[in-house]
């Protein structure tokens, strides 16, 4: 069984910062892509960010040069912090993890719970 948990999220003025994180859990499992998508009220989820457990990233063009991803592989743990926020970052932001069970190396995708950011103008 594995378990994403998020945390990190809510209000914020536009110009201001959050930090979201979010640990996976599950015995006999590795992780390897991370990442955070979001959905704001009415569209499509959307990615916004994955981090390969080499640490390589990749970004959606809307957030380019303002959000940065890391993670924390002895932890399972990925981060995305989020600067110059705008109204348009407003949405629910999810987690997402590739794990990998050791034991016959199936691939599963796992999605966290959400979080709510909300960037007032």
């Known amino acids: 069984q594995v378990h994403l948990t998020e945390s990190g999220g809510g209000l914020v003025q536009a110009g201001g910062s959050l930090r979201l994180s979010c640990a996976a859990s599950?015995?006999?499992?590795?992780?390897?892509?991370m990442g955070w998508h979001r959905q704001a009220p009415g569209k499509q989820r959307e990615l916004v960010a994955s981090?390969?457990?080499?640490?390589?990233?990749n970004y959606a063009d809307f957030v380019k040069g303002r959000f940065t991803i890391s993670r924390d592989n002895a932890k399972n743990t990925v981060y995305l912090q989020m600067n110059s926020l705008k109204p348009e970052d407003t949405a629910v932001y999810y987690c997402?993890?590739?794990?990998?069970?050791?034991?016959?190396?199936?691939?599963?995708?796992?999605w966290g719970q959400g979080t709510q950011v909300t960037v007032s103008s």
């Open positions: 981090i390969t457990s080499g640490g390589i990233a």
């Open positions: 599950g015995n006999g499992f590795w992780f390897n892509a």
């Open positions: 997402n993890a590739r794990g990998i069970r050791v034991v016959d190396v199936s691939v599963s995708d796992y």
